[in-house]
């Protein structure tokens, strides 16, 4: 099956810097690559995704790459602010949704 | 409109007693998701269903664990004979596509805490 590994465990930055969380994963069959963001108490929620067949993408303060070869993908925040604080979950999507063990983001104001 | 719901809430039980911990999906959305959840962890994965089979059940976690969902709607999920380290928040999320799509994003109810004593 699908091992999923997720680093750092925890994170945390000064508001206005930038925030990077790594994944390896290590089926080859995973085609899509989804991050979760969980606050305190909260459900988690979708807030970017990407697709194998895509390098990279961007949703304003936001970023994800893939590296298919590789087989790792990143989450990179930039311009971090205290509502960013939470934490991070990434997953690795082919015949099951395999969730990375999670990072515990804290923005510094 | 109405999200993912799950009931009830918080759940405390005594040790060796059965639960039934229930989920209500988005209405459409074909695929259903149980996950487990312990204090400052991961999302541990248990089961999924597509409309109302399952066809992967290999995360539940012994055979005190069961779940079964009817007409692609409501999904309970029961553990039997309930031990303390099935202690956490139980979450389920549907999604409208099937777990095969390429684009699959999920919704996730609020959760049951579960706390066996």
């Known amino acids: 099956g699908e091992n999923v590994e997720q680093h750092p465990s925890t994170l945390s930055v000064q508001e206005g810097d930038s925030a990077v969380i790594k994944c390896t994963y290590s089926d080859s069959a995973s085609n899509y690559f989804p991050w979760y963001k969980q606050e305190l108490g909260k459900r988690p929620q979708l807030i970017i995704d990407?697709?194998?067949?895509?390098g990279e993408k961007k949703d304003q303060r936001i970023a994800v790459t893939l590296n298919k070869t590789a087989k790792h993908f990143s989450l990179h925040i930039t311009e971090t602010q205290p509502e960013d604080s939470a934490v991070y979950f990434c997953?690795?999507?082919?015949?099951?949704?395999?969730f990375g063990t999670g990072t515990s983001l804290t923005v510094i104001p | 409109g109405a999200g993912v719901s799950q009931s009830p809430s918080n759940k405390v039980t005594e040790k060796g007693k059965d639960v039934e911990l229930r989920c209500d999906p988005i209405?459409?959305?074909?695929?259903l998701y149980w996950y487990r959840q312990r204090l400052g962890q991961g999302l541990e994965f248990l089961i999924y269903f597509q409309g109302n089979s399952a066809p992967d059940k290999s995360g539940l976690p012994s055979d005190r664990f069961s779940a079964e969902r009817t007409g692609e709607s409501v999904s309970t999920l029961t553990i039997q004979r309930t031990q303390q380290e099935d202690s956490a928040v139980y979450l389920c999320a549907s999604s409208f596509r099937p777990l095969a799509a390429s684009y699959n994003e999920q919704f996730f109810g609020p959760g049951t805490r579960l706390t066996v004593l």
């Open positions: 990407i697709r194998s067949n895509v």
């Open positions: 209405s459409g959305h074909t695929a």
């Open positions: 997953a690795a999507v082919g015949n099951q949704f395999y």
